[in-house]
């Protein structure tokens, strides 16, 4: 069974490619990149004249709340929204009910991200039973399953003790530890981020030395311990900084950006739009700033999502009482593309690589994870980047709404997708 | 005007328009007879989701005084205690055919959250950490009784700014009416990102008291202290306490205010408090330029000219 994609463009960051050429696909592998107009005469031929053909995106950050919060999301949704964002392949934080603390519930995502069968789902195992901070999870047995890494996400680990022992362990086990760095004693109650908004609305603030500290601390416990570190969607110039320094130090060390806190700032909270609040919060322009150069100087190793479905009637409350998150999956690479290729701070191969074959080295994914090297699964994107379009909150895939990027005209969507060589065309 | 959410977004005009209409009401409330028919037939419903007596009793006189009817729902005995959303409660209120909803809430936003959801005209009566317009607007009714215009006079704000409603209602229509204002507090107690505010911030009492008209004492909480933001009432007091020695930093015939209810010997002293020596407290007059005030809003709101037409 051959396919062969031609008349595009393919942009493959991990091979140095860049040139206009045609994709063959078979038996669901990658089996040749042929220049332009190349006659292969049994394959199904797909016309993407005009399209950028690359590996599928890789989102190593997503919420897809199954089991447990299905009312917000679940894997068929959320792998829905994935399609439609491009992406071939995501993984998922362990905040779910129950917590993905047991191989049980690895290998029930991953039997259930199968069986919908629109993008590949890799587990996320919690750091800690119930994610309450206190006593290891079998991490070896996560492992074992199908985890990929390990993660305090959502609940941070704040006791430096049980860092120092889950990253001891992980460093055994050759396996990554994400970390959300907050300094919880710093942003109690809080919000938002602290500062000249958050006064004007009376938010409690979200200082951003909270996550500052927190970094700080986790790098250090990563030199002691040769743990390999992930930092999580990092907000502040203050973390892009200490990163910087650590990995100057040779600290293992990486790190990744959302969208939303290099587009928007603090002031999107206003009129207490609670689709703008999310964990790390929207911060400064001087920190919008910071994240860009940190992209663009490879800093910041890759770009992800954390995409968070919430319920419209969980958002429609109080800023305070309402839950911080919001989606990303379906308005990633449209934002990628506008707000970061289009005014030159990245190529948009750079682009392309954090959102492909980087994410992949972060996490140590198999070989064949975000390329199109022959033999790798077909995981491919095709992507229109002239389409001119608005993102409408009543038109995603996915179950909840909460998007502060309604309304914002942007540049840039996925066409569809490839996963093994079949063909994920989304609506 | 449809709603008095906050001052930031009240225009000068309309500031003007609310004081001129409480300083003619306040006649009334020198009768012997103290009603007038003003809102017959109209359904005030005050939603209080934190304990207040002087706030809900003040709404409820004005209501009254103007024969508005004043239906005053206590949280803890109303299905919130049963889980429901401030939306749904909203929505059931609105339904019940109330024709303006005067709400208190600890969280900051839920005046605007309920405008945002209703049709009906919406008072702020204190959200969270916010603003708190009504206190604010009988602060100045006060001072430009006692001060004329208030473009020009130097108000200062002292005590825990951070977390008071009251001090940010103050900035916003103060400024804009052309006071110069000054914040006094602790660091702890003094807000982030003060300095891009239109005012001046000081941690010093003698400093920003310093050619004052006006001193607007605020309540210190108790809990700040169990929070850690101090070490005591007694430091508290001695830092910035305002009393006759401390009010000699001030100008001499400085107009005293305090939202009440006070903490006397800790951000005020009985003297000051009680306008002795010579002092000019005008603390109890507030409470009456509060009555005139929320009649003035609720009127503008409400009263026909005002017009809610969305109802239901």
Redesign the interface.
Known sequence: MKMLLFGGRVLDPSQNIDRNADLLIEDGVVSAILDSGSFIGDAERIDVSGKIVTPGLLDIHVHLREPGFEYKEDIESGSRAAAAGGFTRVCCMPNTYPAIDTAAVVLQIINRANEVGLCRVHPIGAATRDMQGDQLTEVDELKSAGAVAISDDAFPLQNADTVLRTMEYCAMLGIPLLTHNEDKLLTEKGAMN???N????????MPRVAEDIAVARNILLAQKTGCRLHLLHISTAGTVELLRRAKADGIPVTGEACPHHWVLTDAACA??NTDAKMNPPLRTPEDCEAVKQGLKDGTIDCIVTDHAPHAA?EK??????APFGILGLETSLPLVYTTLVKPGILTLSQAIAKMTAEPARVLGLAEGIGTLKVGAPADVAVLDLKKEWTIDRNAVQSKSKNTPFHGMRVHGKAEFTIVGGRVIRIK | MRHLISL?ETSVADILHILDTATSFKEILARPVKKVPTLRGRAMITLFYENSTRTRTSFEMAAKIMSAEAINIAVAQSSVAKGE???DTLLTLQSLKADCIVIR?H????A??AA??LGIPIINAG?????HPTQALLDMLTIRQHKGDIRGLTVAIVGDI?HS?VA?SNIWGLTKMGANVHLIGPRTLL????E??PVKVFDNLQQGLEGADVVNVLRLQTERMEKGLLPSNREYSRLFGISVRSLKWAKPDALILHPGPMNRGVEISAEVADGEHGIHSAIEEQVTNGVAVRMAALYLLMGTQGSPTQEG
């Open positions: 602290e500062g000249y958050a006064t004007v609305m009376g938010i409690p603030g009129g207490y009637y429609e409350v109080e800023f305070d009482a | 930031r959303s401030l939306k809430h969280a900051s936003g839920a605007q959250f945002d959801h959200d969270g950490r916010h603003e951070h409603r940010r807000p982030n990102s003060g891009q505010f």
